[in-house]
């Protein structure tokens, strides 16, 4: 597992702990972490192997054993239990690049949005126009990102 797949699984827990209104340093050691993770010389599963993982910085007991689970077996069950402790489509929205933690809670809390398709339809029809945090150049961006992973280009 690549580095960069490690570290987009603990950027998901940080998004699923601020979702949850989680402790801020918790969230801060998790981003602390993942920056760590993307600037390493050197692949996680070679630390995990040579049993190194504390060696990066903000990497504890407890990410230890999250990151060697992660790498030994594809996935995180903590990760996993986040997903499910959200309400349906609430974690979806973090799919769509453009879209933080904040702007999904406001997303499914103040208009109900659940999908691509729903938010995508929500631009188009102006109904993300109430939210401070949907300016124009935003809404253009998350569009985009929308048809290209659809698949319809960039």
Known sequence: MKNSEVARVFQGIADLLELKGENPFKIRAYQKVIRSIEHLPVEVEQLVVEGRLKEIPGVGEAITKKITELVTTGHLDYYERLKTELPEGLSTLL?????????????????????????????????VASLSCMVDEVKENILRHIQALRGGGS
Do not use: V
Request: proline share 6%.
């Open 95 to 127: 799919d769509i690049p453009g879209i933080d933690p904040k702007t999904a809670k406001k997303l499914f809390s103040e208009l109900d949005i659940k999908s691509a398709d729903e938010l995508e339809a929500a631009i188009s029809g102006g109904r």
